[in-house]
């Protein structure tokens, strides 16, 4: 099957490169960092369940909407969106609305990057450790041998402290990433995507069995889907679970306008999209029965809410995954080969979001203006790195540094902040304008030449894009930002 020629000409060159690509953008930090610490912050069961609400009624339309303007349009993310106004005689002004998704995109990469740096960082403090056994013949048991508990507990802070090491980590990850989306499409984003997750599927499935024979299984399962009924009205819940959704399934970001300009026009969407929501969301859930059970092996289910429900912690529950999940690899068996291993697989997971996040800015820069895509992604990677850097240094002044001290933001670090700006403000604002813009304003034969619906299916979905999503979305960001329109602030 031919790929799109749109683009300058690159385009994925199969159908199967477009989903795993998709996937890939999907799958990452969101789902094996950022989904463990929500849920656990606000609630597991309740949290878990809004979520999968959000998934299938508000983000998969949305992701269908979102390839539809990108195939369609057959350019970068705004121009796809101007091209298919001018179409629909709209105000071209509805580009913007991939221009906010595009910003948001940008930001996140920023701090993204940082927190793959950690991860690069553990996958050399693991990767020591388990080759300095091998090479002593120590014991198979008893992970990170040459550290003790306190010693395992201090690597997150270690490296928190040491700004150059971080910088120099993320540096390493952001260079990756240049050069994966640097050299194009097909050459270098599809590629990294159709090697990749494979073998991160493969690791996946390997350390969820590991975990549910050797950790707790019952506890994670009991902590992922038990909850308090109460729990599912509570608007932060749902803000947090919204903004989840939105983030994994990368959406409200611009990309997935982005990657539908490089499928093919014989590629149905609506398929697709069901498949790429179906594997995200599978990962969500999976990557839980894989953390939970080893982390609650040696940590009650009671303390990790205690500890993620901290206000330190909800820049991402990061202790979870960096201090956490290590320490009880310390104690388990074979537990430095497979910390070395759920690293790199974190790793994998994080380049593919990463070379999504950069592509999302970078395709709309060598449109805009028509400058080769090497020096587009070398200048935009570069300035990424130079805000995440910059981020960086809010661990290291963690207590004092609270330059924006209001609504979600209290009380957090700059890299918090990023966060929540962007998958609770900037994502959900672009998803719900884009929702309106499809529902009501683009034209109708060209949306739904594009859909691949039919019959009751098509009516649902048109029904979610007009009513139900810009009502809910715009509900819960109300609800969600101002607790005290409720009344319960
Ligand atoms: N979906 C990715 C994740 O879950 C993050 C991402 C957001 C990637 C937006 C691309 C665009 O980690």
Redesign the pocket.
């Known amino acids: 099957m031919a790929g799109a020629v749109s683009a300058g000409g690159d385009g994925w060159s199969s159908r199967t490169a477009f989903v795993l690509a998709a996937i890939g953008?999907?799958?990452?930090?969101?789902?094996l960092v950022?989904f463990p610490a929500e849920a656990g912050a606000n609630g597991g069961g309740a949290f878990v369940i809004f979520y999968i609400f959000c998934v299938l009624l508000i983000g998969l339309p949305i992701l269908l909407s979102e390839t539809v303007i990108g195939r369609h349009g057959q350019a970068s993310a705004v121009e796809s969106m101007k091209r298919v106004a001018i179409e629909s005689r709209a105000s071209t002004w509805w580009s913007l609305v991939a221009g906010i998704g595009m910003c948001g995109?940008f930001l996140?990469l920023a701090y993204?990057s940082v927190l793959a740096g950690w991860i690069v960082h553990y996958i050399g403090v693991f990767a020591g450790d388990f080759f300095s056994a091998v090479g002593a013949s120590a014991p198979a048991r008893g992970a990170l041998h040459g550290f003790s508990v306190d010693e395992v507990q201090a690597i997150l802070p270690a490296l928190h402290a040491n700004s150059r090491e971080m910088i120099a980590m993320h540096a390493i990850f952001m260079v990756l990433t240049i050069i994966a989306v640097g050299r194009g499409v097909s050459s270098g984003i599809e590629k990294v995507a159709v090697w990749l997750m494979p073998t991160f599927f493969f690791l996946l499935i390997a350390i969820t069995i590991y975990g549910a024979f050797t950790g707790s299984f019952a506890a994670a399962l009991a902590f992922l889907f038990d909850f308090e009924p109460a729990r599912l009205l509570d608007p932060a819940v749902q803000l947090s679970a919204l903004g989840q959704a939105l983030?994994?399934?990368?959406l409200g970001?611009a990309?997935m306008v982005t990657y539908g300009a490089y499928a093919a026009r014989d590629i149905n969407l609506a398929k697709t999209s069901a498949q790429i929501a179906t594997a995200d969301t599978s990962v969500a859930i999976i990557a839980g029965l894989a953390i939970f059970p080893i982390t609650f092996s040696v940590l009650a289910p009671a303390s990790l809410s205690a500890i993620l429900d901290g206000q330190e912690q909800v820049q991402g529950g990061l202790g979870l995954l960096f201090v956490n999940l290590p320490v009880a690899f310390q104690t388990m068996p074979a537990g430095s080969l497979i910390g070395l291993l759920f690293f790199i697989m974190v790793f994998f997971?994080a380049l593919t979001?990463a070379v999504?996040?950069l592509e999302?800015s970078v395709s709309w820069a060598i449109g805009r203006f028509k400058q080769p895509r090497w020096l587009v992604s070398i200048l935009l990677g570069g300035l990424a790195f130079l805000i995440g850097a910059w981020a960086s240094f809010s661990f290291n002044s963690q207590a004092d540094f609270h330059p924006f001290d209001f609504m979600i933001f209290s009380g957090q670090p700059v890299f918090g902040i990023i966060d929540e700006l962007t998958a609770k403000i900037l994502l959900p604002t672009s998803a719900l304008l884009l929702s309106i813009f499809v529902g009501w304003i683009a034209d109708r034969r060209l949306i739904d030449s594009e859909n691949g619906l039919d019959g009751n299916l098509h009516r649902i979905w048109l029904f979610l894009v007009r009513w139900l999503c810009p009502l809910v979305i715009s509900a819960i960001l109300l609800t969600g930002l101002f607790p005290g329109i409720l009344g319960q602030g």
């Open positions: 953008s999907a799958v990452g930090l969101g789902n950022r995109a996140v993204y983030f994994s399934l990368s970001s990309l997971a979001s999504a996040l999302a």
